[in-house]
């Protein structure tokens, strides 16, 4: 596809849902694809499907919580292609609570992983953008950035703050050529709701479950955004199942 051909693209989150359907569509149409996550089967698995459909993807095991790691993602990748093109900030957890129930560990993975991570992702590939004069960063934020429900007050803090930080990227950045998109996904029918602890909070998403989208309409959002010519900037998309009222 155009302006996707030949790109070089890092998806963090790779080994399941949204992240995994990315790197499917984005190396079907012939982007390089560098799959970050922890589970390592799960990436070997997906690169292995993507080369027999005749694409191009390697990975490397990373926990996005890790400055160390995803200065090493970055480094990794400039060593295997020579370039950085497209971020996609994906990885991400939702095990929403009550904050009464003090769940505080789950609060720290959510900021460190939704959070933090985002921003060691554009600490490492924005030196090498800069210097290009060339790049695009997808930050995934959540339908939950934009509002707040009862259980969904860290996630959704989380989630704001990707919008708040993405958005202060693109002013900095617009002078450098460096294309920023915001991603924010409803339903989708993924394994996030694994993250879910609390029993009762997983049952009271039952009925939205049902309307759940698949992964592969984000990966094509993004397809979209990156195929866009260099001089226009996909800033922010909402993405939800057309029957999500909220
Ligand atoms: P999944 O649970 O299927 O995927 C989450 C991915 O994040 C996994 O690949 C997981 O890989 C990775 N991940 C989690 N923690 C880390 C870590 N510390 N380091 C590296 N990778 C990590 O859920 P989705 O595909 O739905 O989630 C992707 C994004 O979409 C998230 O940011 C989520 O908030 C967002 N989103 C999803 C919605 C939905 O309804 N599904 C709605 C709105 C937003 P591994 O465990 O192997 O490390």
Redesign the pocket.
Known sequence: MRNVEGKVVII????????EAAAKVLANNGAKVVL????EE?LKELKSDIEKQGGTAVFKV????SEEDMEELARFTLETYGQIDVLIN?????PLSYLHEKKVSEWDQMID??IK?VLYGIAAVLPHMRERKQGHIIN?S???GHLVRKTFSVYSGTKYAIRAISDGLRQEEAENNIRITILS????G???F??ITNEEVLHSLDEVKKI?IP?ESMAHSILFAISQPEYTAVNEMIVRPTKQEI
């Open positions: 963090t989150g790779a080994s399941s849902g949204n992240g970050a996550a922890r589970r799960r990373t926990d996005v919580a994906n990885a991400g957890l939702m992983v939704n991570g995934v959540s339908v939950a996904p409803g339903t989708v993924t394994e996030l694994h993250t759940a992964a």
